[in-house]
Nanobody, 126 residues
């Protein structure tokens, strides 16, 4: 089984930046994508960004393109989300997730991910 731990959330003002971190441990697959999703109160969990095993492919939701950057550490069990120019509408609980065995990054549905972290709160004030 896999455990994911997110960190880096907090309370910031609009226009500020945050960097979220995710570390996976346990019995991960030999190759897997990692992603960030977010969920605001009363709303469905939505895709934010994903990255392939190699780090060579990334995908972003239209709402965050140009502002957020997903990356993967040399240790492949880590992922980061650099969030710049934050807006109040970015306020949500941000979740890290990992897929089963795959070399691709084009996984944007919640049901494509096998494991989820507990989330980290990001609050952006105006």
């Amino acid at each position: 089984q896999v455990q994911l731990v997110e960190s880096g959330g907090g309370l910031v003002q609009a226009g500020d930046s945050l960097r979220l971190s995710c570390a996976a441990s346990g019995r991960t697959y030999s190759a897997y994508a990692m992603a960030w999703f977010r969920q605001a109160p009363g709303k469905e969990r939505e895709f934010v960004a994903s990255i392939s095993w190699s780090g060579g492919s990334t995908y972003y939701a239209d709402s965050v393109k140009g502002r957020f950057t997903i990356s993967r550490g040399n240790a492949k069990n880590t992922a980061y989300l650099q969030m710049n120019s934050l807006k109040p509408e970015d306020t949500a609980v941000y979740y890290c997730a990992v897929t089963g065995l795959t070399y691709r990054a084009d996984h944007m549905r919640t049901d494509e991910y096998a494991y989820w972290g507990q989330g980290t709160q990001v609050t952006v004030s105006s």
